[in-house]
DNA sequence: AATTTATTAGAGTATTTGCTCTATTTTGGG
DNA sequence: CCCAAAATAGAGCAAATACTCTAATAAATT
């Protein structure tokens, strides 16, 4: 593996761990054994790591939201969107818990960051219709009901891991805490679901 | 006005504008005019600046969710639950925005945010208790459902400036965004509240 | 083989940060 | 008015931080 994978992999690695702040390039060059020489040789400054970071975090979250199947959306796949971009969100955590901060500093990654949230509210708005076009949901309520439903799911999206952190004493969380945040957005929705496709699209949550 | 008071007020200030870490002490005798000596006579370290920033917070949350008046709880009182607690949470923002960052490197403090939830989560709940016991509200569904329902609450209560500050280019937010933020609250809601309840609670986010 | 280009090492620097120390001034009770 | 306690000033320091510079080595190309 190449260095600046090393750089890269290490980086994630500490951010989650203590917070992309507590982390510099002292502790990455230490970590990994590489002298911080080579460090700015592969990358120009911290902040050019911590973007190519994203640019991953962005890539695999939109992936995880693009439906290619065709219509309709089974339950299985409708949580399973849920729980895949939940788990990419648990994956980069460091970028949720610290991204007021990044995001001052860096107002070139916050202009991307704001993109892909409204990719992300326009396709989960997409999403809810097609459910109801498939008849397995009620046409969200308010004239931005799609709108609102979609914030909602969004809002949980990128803030329950830090909800989990915070709540646990060691600031930890494992995979059951996923779980309980896909079951946080269900309980968003289930308001409109069908009961019988609720239920099948929650089954994800107990097996495997 | 005591400098002691003068500390605490230009640091809120600051972090408000700027963001918890970026403030140093340095930023805050500079401001206020205040040496680091005498910053240092009246708080031990920089924690204990943001440990009693935090015990106002606290303090004015608390406040905010007090029910003093007897049932039923009228839809005007029901909707300043909200807005005056997320008016709270603006005027400390600071803190939402490096929570996690915040209760990492202070323990206590740590512990006194949890304390806080529990307590929030709890209040949230018996509110909603109320507001059913009242009749102008369905009982949210599930098993747990007062307790997902009072978490969504806490959840958009917590991130919802945060959001809308990495929303904006300059992150930045008016009063404006503060009601939506109340309003988003009430889209997690109004599936069980009765409508003409609702919509008596939602005249407080048109008016004044 | 020659030579250019990519990669690595590590000492060094300028700046900042949280905080201490000592010294001086202000204040309030007897 | 006296004097101890409270409050204030500001020089200074040890550690950390982001980053630069120079020089050496490995890989690729001709």
Redesign the interface.
């Known amino acids: 593996m190449s260095n600046r994978q090393r750089i890269l992999d290490e980086a994630l690695l500490l951010m989650n761990e203590?917070?992309a702040?507590?982390i510099g390039t002292k502790q990455i060059t230490d970590a990994t054994g590489i002298s911080p020489g080579n460090l700015y040789y592969h990358f120009k400054n911290k902040e050019e790591i911590v973007r190519s970071l994203f640019a991953t975090l962005d890539l695999e979250f939109r992936e995880s939201l693009i439906d290619e199947l065709d219509p309709p959306i089974s339950p299985a796949r409708f949580a399973s969107f849920y729980l895949d971009s939940l788990n990419i969100a648990w994956k980069h955590r460091y970028f949720f818990?610290?991204?007021?901060?990044l995001?001052?500093k860096d107002?070139v990654l916050?202009?991307r960051?704001?993109d892909m949230?409204n990719w992300a509210l326009g396709n989960l708005e997409n999403i809810a219709r097609q459910v109801v076009r498939d008849g397995n949901m009620a046409k969200p309520?308010?004239n931005n009901?799609y709108h609102?439903?979609a914030?909602?799911t969004w809002?949980?999206w990128c803030?329950?891991i830090?909800?989990v952190?915070?709540?646990a004493?060691d600031?930890g969380i494992d995979r059951g805490g996923v779980k309980a945040g896909v079951a946080?957005i269900f309980?968003?929705m289930?308001?409109?679901l069908k009961p019988e496709y609720d239920k099948q699209a929650r089954k994800i949550l107990i097996l495997g």
Chains 1, 2 share one sequence.
């Open positions: 203590q917070g702040q507590a818990g610290g991204l007021l901060h995001l001052r107002a916050a202009a960051y704001r949230q309520r308010g009901g609102s439903l914030l909602n809002l949980i803030n329950w830090r909800h952190q915070v709540s004493p600031h946080q309980d968003v289930s308001p409109y």
